[in-house]
T-cell receptor, first 109, second 111 residues
Framework: DTGVSQDPRHKITKRGQNVTFRCDPI?????LYWYRQTLGQGPEFLTY????????KSRLLSDRFSAERPKGSFSTLEIQRTEQGDSAMYLC???????FGQGTRLTVV | RKEVEQDPGPFNVPEGATVAFNCTYS??????FFWYRQDCRKEPKLLMS???SGNEDGRFTAQLNRASQYISLLIRDSKLSDSATYLC????????????FGAGTRLAVHP
């Protein structure tokens, strides 16, 4: 599969727990984006990487959120001390036209 | 005011109908424009880019009006498989190509 891959596809966690998601972009794409989508809304931009450099972060990305792309390939998004409001679909995309992965659906109970 | 606004619908149309969606954007510096399609509980997928001169891809026609800051999508001869949410998307100039999405317009095509 040469598309954008995300893992896990689904995650249910208890409030207060930490969770980490992984994204593997299309191999020749050096730009990687994270978006969050809640029910009835379009995806909202969270952060952007050019290779390993995190170049932009949305105000939506509170201090409980951290994203990394250590070697300019895969990326991780960690949410610490999860809250019910963090329940959403977390989408990863690569390239200018944003080829999206299938997303990680997070449910915080 | 939202940066990209769309009528949420739903638009309920019979097979074979022609349906049109509009969207408006607030930032006149927007540089690129797209329509994405999103099926229920799936990821968004690029349907087509939108060019100033208008462009067509099969049954789909997209138009851009920069002066009025609106984008349209016309679907002719609707198929059941066209049922989905259509997301209007803009890309701001000078940014890092982050996409600004509308909330989407739901289309339901019925037999």
């Amino acid at each position: 599969d040469t598309g954008v891959s995300q893992d896990p596809r689904h995650k249910i966690t208890k409030r207060g727990q930490n969770v980490t998601f992984r994204c593997d972009p299309i191999s020749e794409h050096n730009r990687l984006y994270w978006y969050r989508q809640t029910l009835g809304q379009g995806p909202e931009f969270l952060t952007y990487f050019q290779n390993e450099a995190q170049l932009e972060k949305s105000r939506l990305l509170s201090d409980r959120f951290s994203a990394e792309r250590p070697k300019g390939s895969f990326s991780t998004l960690e949410i610490q001390r999860t809250e019910q409001g963090d329940s959403a679909m977390y989408l990863c995309a690569s390239s200018d036209e944003a080829f999206f992965g299938q997303g990680t659906r997070l449910t915080v109970v | 005011r939202k940066e990209v606004e769309q009528d949420p619908g739903p638009f309920n149309v019979p097979e074979g109908a022609t349906v049109a969606f509009n969207c408006t954007y607030s930032n006149s510096a927007s540089q690129s424009f797209f329509w994405y399609r999103q099926d229920c509980r799936k990821e968004p997928k690029l349907l087509m880019s939108v060019y100033s001169s208008g462009n067509e891809d099969g049954r789909f026609t997209a138009q851009l009006n920069r002066a009025s800051q609106y984008i349209s999508l016309l679907i002719r001869d609707s198929k059941l498989s066209d049922s989905a949410t259509y997301l209007c998307v803009v890309n701001l100039v000078g940014g890092y190509n982050k996409l600004i999405f509308g909330a989407g317009t739901r289309l339901a095509v019925h037999p």
